[in-house]
């Protein structure tokens, strides 16, 4: 039997970032109490109507152009008719043909050390359905609706991909570009980014394609990877053991790191497609396109070159702009600040996780980029040591105080007086005499313990450096 | 001495204007007629009778208002309205408990002209139906011959108006549903250009054809209902971005001014013998009196019927899906599994003119049959617009008779989908087309049933074909007021 290869291509689900649902005014989003965010548009209630939320066409659009895709100035909104607790009207609202975005592609590294185009075939807006809650002790079912009518964008890849890796560089790539551009938040444990993956084998080099299985719903990377890992395992078996692939629905088990069938082809959906009566023609406009386009920013790649000529590294650089507005405020900072390392690291260190653990944005956290920049400069006039700068850091992130005043108020400044050094060193001398023999004697490397000792004393503020040479004079002094 | 109740919306107006009357006096008299002629009409599915005197006394104590169109002015609205503080039931099992939590925006804009809505009036379950017998509380009866239908589907809002118990009523028209039922109860409907009235707080049955309209005696009367109505809704994507004219106060026509054109496969289809001679005598007036009749022709008409029944079936296929009995309306009890759920509360729920629907609709949007019919029907609806507009390059408005035959007796077709379906061919290419229509009485036959015709226009001319229903009323006879038994 030849050699077989794995055929994949995903079906992205983006949550785009609006303030309200894609038909009606309610709040999109935000962890709240169940069916509170609803209203008769979003729950299916007789003679209600959609109308479009303008400022989602605007994201779909931007998405397709940041991606090389075409936007179709006349796109329409279809009904997709099936039948779930969660949905509503009966209808999923989605777009056939033509859809907002066609085309585009989004390069990922390739085995071969090169780079490698992933097609894609469209982007379409539509509306989530709600959720359904299974309370098992009871055994009843709830359904919040919430996330009904919540704007949605999917991004269907043409089968482009080969492994498991380079489905999850595309995800990654597309992730961090898509929250860059504010086009969603991203959230992947709120199911912001979430995707389904079809995947299928064919024997090396024939164009012809196997039957494939649809992996539905996997909201993180890791998951991803290991679902098309063990699909990939349980279709070569299929076929080495004579066996027949089924096209399926598919339903990955994380727990378990195994796939199971939801539905076969035969029970598929007929989703009975036809035009979306109530809504018109969706249109954008030449113009509308232009300012779109002149809101974009550069490219990621050219963004990460600048930050890297800076001097940050690629870690860093990657934490500033997967993490929605780090990079503004990075910038923001820089200006009053320019030494990008010192900065990007005080970002990677402190800021960004003191914003994940509080649940804020960098646009509103207290600490403004000036403060940060301040603090960056502190240290690097010497004002302050590394130690003292973390020690501080929750108390300026908490309150949003001015590094320079608390530093002030708290005589923090790093300690270059020498008389005060002087006195700290004496103490030192006269409160180890056994490691002060010992060095004496020799052992050079009791050094390190004595400094540290200036250091406890001085509670950070003496100059390491500095400290380590006066107390080296003053031991050698002792010899004389 | 003339009652109340007898005036139209017009009388109405001035009597009040006038302080003849108050708007109390007024609500009262329509209250006490609608009591006494429901027994025998049964045009109504809920009364609202403490919230229209409420609101009549409270009118009173604020006075007249002249920038408020309809102030004073009792009417009644189809259930299919959504309304708060009464059930919205559009006639059917599956809402017969259903509260809107909000209120149309044809309700909100009456309610905001000073209008009284005194019933919410019997349909056809879901706005499908050509007599009212669909409705899942039963049949209202023609007020000229209880024996007798209606029309639909908005059957109880062409009898609420010809029984007299109110001077206007709010109805919807898919297929017909105003101008059939105002022709078999004798008395005046309009159905405005698609795009005209939002049709926000609708329940939908075919959304690319729903339209509301008014029902009234006059077609000036009827101009005043619409005028409060219409215009643009931002919860209405559909509706024309285009603005609303004078449709009270237009300059009166002469016969002589107009053209009419007559489709030659209307009126050469089979009429009943009843209805050919009112037509023929009606004709003859219009003849006298000046006005030019032309023939036109309507080549593709006869496959109008078949792309009619495709498309709303299809759109109310998937209007109808939401009747699940997941979150509101009826639920079958104690369903084994979520299928049974579905299918028991649907075959329960939903009669056997909305489920016919919903198959047939869902048959034709099923993968492989979808271009079949769905989109074959859909390339149909565009050569019958091409029909109507080169049709109406000829002349003012199309004139039309309305049905084929006068108001049936009860339960005659109740097993004849098809035959009914057949009769709707001269009202529902109008809403293929989406122009407006205007159906007027043109005399009362031997049997003494009344007859009317409609006029076509292009879309939003809705004001000269006003003035042009103004000219056939002054020329055909005004029809005597129908005998109903009162207790």
């Not at chain 1, 944005?361 to 502190?378: E, F, H, N, Y």
């Not at chain 2, 010809?162 to 028209?173: H, K």
Request: charged share 25%.
């Amino acid at each position: 039997m030849s050699e077989m290869e794995p055929v994949i291509g995903l079906e992205v689900h983006a949550q785009l970032n609006t303030r309200t649902k894609l038909f009606c005014a309610c709040p999109a989003g935000g962890s709240v109490e169940p069916n509170t965010h609803i209203c008769e548009i979003c729950t299916g209630q007789p003679g209600a109507l959609p109308r479009l939320n303008g400022r989602a066409v605007e994201l779909a659009a931007k998405a397709t152009l940041a991606l090389g895709g075409q936007v179709n100035g006349y796109s329409l909104f279809a009904r997709k008719n099936y039948f779930y607790p969660d949905l509503p009207n009966g209808f999923q609202t989605s777009q056939l043909d033509p859809p907002i975005g066609t085309g585009g592609s989004l390069s990922v590294a390739a085995g071969d050390g090169g780079r490698k185009a992933i097609r894609l075939n469209r982007i379409h807006m539509e509306d989530d359905a709600g959720k359904c809650v299974h309370d098992e002790k009871r055994d009843r079912t709830l359904i919040d609706l919430n996330r009904a009518g919540v704007p949605l964008i999917e991004i269907v890849t043409e089968p482009d991909l080969s492994s498991s890796r380079e489905a999850m560089e595309f995800l990654k790539t597309l992730h961090s570009l898509l929250v860059r551009l504010e086009v969603t938040k991203g959230r992947l444990e709120e199911g912001e980014f979430r995707c389904d993956v079809n995947i299928s084998l064919k024997p090396k080099g024939s164009s012809v394609l196997g039957v494939r299985g649809e992996i539905k719903n996997l909201n993180s990377f890791k998951f991803v990877g290991q679902a098309i890992d063990y699909e990939i395992r349980r279709q070569s078996a299929l076929y080495e053991s004579g066996g027949r692939v089924e096209q399926q629905t598919l339903h990955f088990d994380h727990l378990k790191g195994e796939t199971r069938a939801l539905r076969s082809k035969e029970e598929a959906h007929d989703y009975r497609y036809f035009p979306q009566p109530d809504l018109p023609p969706v249109l954008v406009s030449r113009v509308k396109l232009r300012e779109i386009v002149q809101s974009l920013p550069p490219p990621a790649d050219t963004i990460k070159e600048s930050y890297k000529e800076l001097g940050l590294k690629e870690d860093t650089v990657t934490a500033l702009l997967d993490r929605p507005g780090a990079q503004a405020y990075f910038e923001e900072a820089f200006k009053r600040f320019p030494e990008a390392k010192r900065l990007g690291t005080l970002m990677v260190e402190l800021f960004l996780p003191a914003l994940r653990q509080s649940g804020t944005d960098p646009q509103s956290a207290v600490m403004g980029p000036a403060k940060l920049a301040a603090l960056a400069r502190l240290m690097s006039d010497g004002v302050l040591t590394k130690k003292a700068a973390y020690d501080l850091f929750p108390e300026l992130f908490e309150t949003g105080a001015d590094p320079r005043q608390l530093v002030e108020a708290r005589g923090l400044s790093r300690v270059r007086d020498e008389s005060t050094l002087q006195g700290w060193i004496m103490e030192v001398i006269a409160g180890h005499p056994e490691e002060v023999k010992k060095y004496l004697a020799g052992q050079t490397k009791i050094l390190s313990f004595l400094v540290g000792q200036l250091m406890r004393l001085s509670r950070g503020t003496a100059d390491p450096q500095k400290a380590s040479a006066s107390l080296t004079q003053a031991l050698e002094d002792l010899r004389s | 001495m003339t009652q109340l109740w007898q005036l139209n919306l017009a009388q109405c107006s001035e009597g009040l204007k006038n302080k003849d009357f108050s708007v109390t006096e007024l609500t009262e008299a329509c209250l006490k007629r609608l009591t006494e002629t429901e027994p025998a009409i049964k045009s109504c599915l809920a009364v609202l009778e403490d919230q229209a005197l409420e609101t009549a006394r409270d009118l009173d104590r604020r006075g007249n208002d002249s920038s408020r169109l309809l102030w004073g002015l009792p009417l009644t609205v189809k259930d299919v309205f959504c309304l708060k503080g009464a059930p919205t039931t559009a006639g059917s099992r599956q809402l017969s408990d259903y509260y809107s939590v909000f209120e149309a925006t044809v309700v909100r804009r009456l309610k905001a002209h000073g209008a009284i809505i005194l019933a919410k009036t019997n349909c056809d379950e879901f706005a499908m139906g050509s007599s009212t017998e669909f409705s899942a509380f039963g049949p209202t009866r023609n007020p000229w011959d209880r024996q007798r239908v209606p029309g639909g589907s908005s059957g109880g809002a062409a009898a609420s108006v010809a029984g007299f118990q109110v001077p206007g009523a709010f109805g919807t028209d898919t297929g017909g549903s105003i101008r059939q039922p105002a022709a078999l109860c004798g008395c005046v409907g309009l159905k405005p250009t698609y795009g005209r009235v939002s049709r926000y707080g609708i329940i939908a049955y075919g959304s690319s054809f729903d339209q509301a309209g008014p029902l009234a005696r006059t077609a000036a009367d009827c101009g005043r209902l619409l005028q409060a109505v219409a215009g643009p809704d931002a919860y209405d994507a559909t509706l024309a971005d285009c603005p609303v004219p004078d449709f009270v106060n237009q300059r009166p026509l002469k016969p002589n001014e107009l053209t009419l054109g007559l489709p030659r496969q209307f009126w050469n289809a089979d009429l009943h013998p009843q209805v050919a001679k009112v037509l023929d005598e009606a004709r003859n007036l219009l003849t006298k009196a000046g006005l030019n009749l032309i023939e036109v022709d309507l080549p593709n008409i006869k496959y109008a019927v078949a792309a009619y029944y495709i498309l709303a079936s299809a759109e109310a296929s998937t209007n109808l899906a939401r009747y699940d009995g997941v979150r509101y309306g009826f639920r079958q009890p104690d369903p084994g599994d979520l299928m049974e759920l579905y299918t028991k509360t649907r075959q329960t729920g939903l009669g056997p003119e909305a489920r016919r629907r919903i198959l047939l609709g869902t048959f034709v949007l099923s993968s492989g049959y979808y271009e079949a019919y769905y989109r074959k029907a859909a390339q149909v609806r565009r050569l019958i617009k091409n029909d109507i507009e080169a049709a109406l390059t000829r002349c003012h408005f199309l004139l039309a008779p309305v049905s084929a035959i006068p108001a049936w007796p009860l339960g005659s077709f109740l097993d004849d989908p098809l035959t009914v379906y057949q009769m709707d061919l001269m009202t529902l290419p109008l809403n293929l087309y989406g122009g407006p229509g205007l159906s007027v009485p043109a005399g009362l036959g031997d049997d003494n049933l009344p007859v009317g015709a409609q006029l076509w226009g292009k879309p939003m001319s809705e004001a000269s074909l006003i003035s042009a229903g103004r000219v056939l009323e002054s020329l055909w006879p005004k029809l005597p007021e129908p005998q109903i038994p009162v207790i």
